[in-house]
Every structure is written in C-alpha cells, then in structure tokens.
C-alpha cells in the first residue's frame, strides 16, 4: 500500500544500549505501531573506526528481549557503499557536488561557516585537487526552514555548524540568524561518508516517512530537510523526543559510564521509559511479560502527551542509568 507509516531505529553500534538509547528505541517503535506502521532497524556503522565488533548483536539481543520486534532485514551502512558512491558520482558529474580542500582552520577564519569559495574552481583546479585530500560538498541554495515537528511542534532553524559531518549547534553570536544552509559535507577529507548523506539516502532507500529520535538532532533537522530538498526527495515527518541526560548538555552516553540495558529487567525498563516521556503507566508489576506492556504502551502513546522539554536529567547514582565513576 502506498503511504503506509514506515519508521526506523539507526543506533550506532559504538556502545551497547543504555537508558537514553532504549527511551529512543521505544518512543519510535510506538508511534510506529500506534500507527499501524512497519519499524525499521539500520545499525549505522559508517564511522566504522568507532564501531565496536559485536555490539550489533549485543543490541540485537536487547531488542528482542524488549520484545521490539522489527520489521525486515537488518541494513549495516557499512555494507551499503556502493550505492552511496554512485550518488556522490552522479552529483559531481551533474555538477551538483564539488570538491572542497579547506582545512578545518581555513573555516575558522572564515567564522566558523563554510563560505563557498570551492564553489567555482574551474575545471582544471578541479582536475588538479587532490582527490585523495579533498571533501566533497553538496551545493545548497536553499534557506533553512522551520518545520513541524509531530512531538515538539514549531521548530525555528538554529544557526548549525556542520563538521566533518557530525553536528553540533553554535554558540557563535555572531552568525546566530544567519539561515543560509551551508553546503553541506557528503564525503568527509579521510574518505568517510558523512553522517548527513548516509542517514537521508538511508531513510530514502528504506521508504522511510516518520523519524522520531532525540533532541540531539533537532538543530541538524532543518539541514537534513534542505538536504532532501536539494537531492528531490521528500523530507519524512519529524518527531524529537526529551534525551536523557547526566547533567544539562550531556547526554547519558558511553563517555559518561551510561549503565548497559539489562536485559533481565524488561518490563521495568520499559515503564521507566513510558514514565521518562511523561505517560503516567501502570506498574511493572501489573504485567506478566513484556508483550503485554508494549501492547498497553502501543495503545496509550500520545504524541501531546510525551514531555517537551529537550533534555530530561535522570537520577545519579542509579546503576540503572549510569555507573559511578571508580
Ligand atoms: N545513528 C544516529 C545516532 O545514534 C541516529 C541518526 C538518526 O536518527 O537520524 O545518534
Ligand atoms: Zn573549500
């Protein structure tokens, strides 16, 4: 059928799933499911140098013991090469991508945004760069736009400084208001597909038509959706979810001893992610197995109801959340 909701999971496999990765996992398995959906899972290893061998099964496993059940193969961006190449070649020779070979220090002295001047080089300086040492960005004509978030409502584009394609918002005051999109990086200068390529031909690819992931992302989504612009597609919906956080701006992650899932626990697990997004939920105790909490969780999910708040802080010293430091 055509327009069904499809939606996805993308962890990277660089840790196992904590707290703040499962509240993703399950946030966009029931919006899926509450729609009658598909949900879709893509281990996103394109930063293969940060993957961790093994750690794709380990989340597979807590995936399934959640009961979150995806739906068709698995995709590994590390598997999908070939295609993402055969668009960046189509791009350049359309002329719509191009080679850029600022360092990160000539983009400093530019104020910290990316201004063109690779653009224009003609043909022969083209010839003459060297591939090997280059980027390759994507011309962007467009304005960041505010879009529609499905959870967060309104959302005005923030000034966001694209970096060897991760992401991050500026600070910087002086170019806050500039909405101009930066030509974005596709290929990184060590020959890594960026994050913001991989992500969009991968939702394209896997139909994908309803994104829901965390505030972490919502500053690069007004990017993300000129980048779809720009390339033809059409953008999927987007819903941004509260993250969760050790302390204000730092998001519960392996750097900071994020505790792994256990897996033993499911059902208390997942009341603890329905009660982090805001839904008052039964007890764990009020359920016999895991089926039967995703089915209440399914049918209680309520786009209005999850929290606003882009980052929520959980309670230190819970071996739930994360470990104490030695
Ligand atoms: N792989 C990304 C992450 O784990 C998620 C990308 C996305 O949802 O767009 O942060
Ligand atoms: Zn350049």
């Not at 994507?138 to 694209?162: R, S, W, Y």
């Amino acid at each position: 059928m055509h327009n069904t909701y499809v939606g996805r999971f993308a962890p990277s496999p660089s840790g196992q799933l904590h707290f703040g990765s499962l509240v993703t996992a399950v946030a966009s398995y029931l919006d899926a499911k509450h729609h009658g959906g598909k949900w879709l899972l893509r281990m996103e290893d394109i930063d293969e140098p940060r993957c961790i061998a093994g750690i794709d099964k380990d989340i597979l496993v807590t995936l399934e013991a959640h009961g979150l059940h995806w739906d068709d193969a698995v995709i590994y961006q590390s598997q999908q090469h070939t295609r993402y190449q055969a668009v960046l070649d189509a791009l350049i020779n359309e002329g719509r991508a191009y080679r850029c070979t600022c360092t990160r220090k000539q983009i400093k002295a530019m104020g910290g945004v990316y201004d063109g001047r690779c653009r224009d080089k003609s043909s022969a300086t083209l010839l003459a760069i060297d591939e090997e040492n280059s980027a390759i960005r994507l011309k962007l004509d467009t304005q960041l736009e505010a879009f529609n978030d499905v959870i967060m409502g309104v959302v005005e584009p923030q000034p966001v400084h694209v970096q060897n394609g991760s992401h991050h918002a500026l600070t910087n005051p002086a170019i806050y208001g500039s909405q101009q999109a930066e030509d974005v990086v596709l290929k990184r200068r060590d020959g890594l597909f960026s994050y913001n390529l991989v992500v969009i031909l991968d939702d394209v690819f896997q139909h994908v038509n309803h994104v829901i992931r965390g505030c972490d992302l919502i500053d690069v989504t007004p990017l993300q959706r000129a980048v779809y612009q720009a390339l033809g597609y059409d953008a999927p919906e987007y819903g941004h979810i509260p993250v969760a956080a050790v302390a204000p701006g730092r998001k519960l992650s392996k750097q900071n001893r994020a505790a792994p899932v256990d897996n033993k626990t499911p059902i208390e697990n997942i009341v603890r992610v329905m009660n982090f997004l805001g839904f008052s939920f039964p007890n764990a105790a009020a359920f016999d197995d895991v089926n039967t909490v995703l089915t209440e969780a399914i049918s209680l999910w309520n786009r209005k109801k999850v929290v606003k708040t882009p980052e929520i802080i959980v309670p230190q010293h819970e071996s739930t959340y994360y470990n104490e430091p030695l």
